[in-house]
């Protein structure tokens, strides 16, 4: 054999081998993935303590808002007459070391609902729309991972949520409905869940036709004769100790008066337990020797997104990152053994940073202007409706609850002005008109619903002049199908990062606890 064909057959083996070096560590990089997704493999420390916090409706959109915000409410704004705000102050949970982004889509939709995003992070599977915990065929049910760390580790379990505890959210970690709307099947299983702590509004299963017009028990009754303790005074949910069996109910002094939920962060006097209290409650009550799993739901902040009110949703937003920072609180005395999630079920509303009114600036600090909630705001339209009130009288409030002024106000009505334009003015008196039609003799064209959706006429408009003049729009009524974040401090956290499903979350939580 000559030199020339040794050397081809060198080159030709030495080749093969960085090509087979190439593949074998391409197919272990891809099994790295496949395993960094799933967790399968997850050879850690089981944590003892687990926080999932759900911000309901909030994706990227509500979280940059909220830090832009929070960093002019901090700061002041920079540049203020150009709209420049280059000092974000993150929210608590923005500082985690671990962040990944998680899709949302269901078995029906791109834009999926509460009840089926829920059922993926609870149980790793896909449904649709509306069904909690149930498959297509709403004749299979799926076992929930609070379900299985209560039967196989004896972790106490807690579910607090901003709004009703049997609302979509909350009950897909404890329910198994066809429907969402099933409250009080849901109220049954909560009882029977046997957990250990429920905490939010009231229970929409005492509302139920079941209750007010078949005379079934009220789930408050069953649930005494069930072993809980039932608090709905400030009193006694403050008063609860740890060990009690509890569901701590939103006091109806410091609740909303529509929904029985806890009111928007805008709209309270400063007294009323917040989620953050719920939150710090919880860990009083289910702090134990085996651990525990607590959900905690911003429901709000959904609410705020599909009425199209930016600032009820920054506030809310910074309500469930005082909630957060509770658990990291707790984390901070218990670091090895705590594991602390943040993430989202899906986006409501479209919301978008930039308005083509405004070019390429924004002017947030317009936001603090608003000192009231768009559900505020519509009982006083109702009084507005029944007493005839005049435009001009109506719009003397506008002013003393949004800052928007009346066209020959002092100041600009562009660059971010509180100056009502022609165009502007022009809206809000027809908005104003419609609000004044009794409710059930309204009709609605195409376009109105465009421009109102199912909302108060005059406060939708309202509120989306004053997001324009921010700077900031809506594009939607109802969810999105934008991608949400995910965020990850404690045992086990370097699962969470990448790009993956919300399945994927239930697959992560139980390799990580080693359930079955």
Request: proline content about 3%; charged content about 25%.
């Amino acid at each position: 054999m000559n030199k020339t064909i040794k050397r081809i057959l060198v080159s030709m083996l030495a080749l093969a081998m960085v090509l087979g070096v190439g593949y074998t560590i391409n197919s272990q990089m891809k099994r790295q993935e496949v395993e960094t997704v799933s967790g399968e493999n997850w050879k850690g420390k089981t944590p003892k303590y687990i926080f999932m916090f759900i911000g309901d409706g909030m994706s990227f959109p509500q979280i940059q808002a909220t830090q832009y915000y929070k960093g002019i409410e901090e700061h002041g704004a920079i540049n203020a007459k150009e709209g420049n705000y280059p000092n974000p102050e993150k929210l608590s949970f923005m500082n985690f070391p671990i962040s990944g982004t998680v899709t949302t889509y269901d078995s029906t939709s791109v834009c999926p609902d509460s009840a089926s995003t829920a059922t993926s992070l609870s149980t790793g599977n896909k449904t649709i729309s509306s069904v909690i915990n149930m498959d297509e065929t709403k004749t299979k049910s799926y076992e929930t991972i609070t379900e299985k760390l209560k039967k196989q580790l004896g972790y106490k379990v807690g579910i607090v949520s901003s709004v009703n505890i049997d609302h979509a959210t909350p009950s897909a970690y404890y329910a198994h409905v066809p429907a969402r709307s099933n409250y009080y099947d849901i109220g049954l299983q909560l009882v029977d869940s046997n957990f250990d702590y429920f905490a939010g509004g009231k229970l929409l299963s005492d509302d139920s036709k079941e209750v007010k017009e078949e005379g079934k028990t009220p789930i408050q009754t069953l649930a005494k004769q069930n072993g809980y303790t039932v608090a709905n005074t400030k009193s006694d949910i403050e008063a609860l100790k740890n060990g009690d069996k509890v569901i701590a109910l939103c006091p109806d002094d410091e609740a909303e008066k529509e929904s029985g939920a806890l009111k928007y962060d805008l709209d309270r006097t400063g007294s009323e337990l917040t989620l953050a209290d719920y939150t710090k409650k919880g860990i009083e009550v289910l702090d134990n020797d085996k651990g525990f799993f607590m959900m905690v739901e911003g429901g709000k902040i959904d609410w705020a997104g599909h009425a199209n009110d930016a600032a009820s949703n920054i506030h809310d937003t910074e309500s469930f990152d005082d909630a957060v920072q509770e658990a990291i609180n707790f984390y901070n005395d218990h670091p090895d053994e705590t594991l602390i999630l943040v993430t989202g079920d899906h986006e409501t509303g479209g919301l978008t940073l930039g308005f083509a009114g405004t070019n390429y600036d924004t002017y947030l600090q317009n936001l603090s202007n608003q000192k009231v909630s768009y559900t505020q705001f519509d009982r006083s339209i109702a009084k507005y409706r029944e007493n005839k009130t005049s435009f001009d009288d109506a719009m003397k409030d506008v002013e003393t609850n949004f800052g928007l002024k009346r066209a020959g106000s002092a100041g600009e009505a562009t660059k971010g002005g509180m100056v009502l334009t022609d165009l502007e003015e022009a809206k809000i008196k027809a908005a104003y008109d419609q609000s004044m039609i009794e409710k059930d003799k309204r009709t609605q064209d195409a376009n109105e619903y465009v421009m109102y959706g199912n909302y108060e006429p005059f406060s939708v408009t309202l509120t989306h002049i004053l997001n324009n003049k921010s700077g900031v729009a809506f594009s939607s009524y109802s969810h999105t199908g934008l991608p949400v974040a995910m965020m990850a401090k404690g045992s086990g956290q370097e699962l969470f990062s990448g790009y993956y499903d919300n399945t994927n979350v239930f697959d992560k939580i139980k390799a990580i606890t080693k359930v079955e």
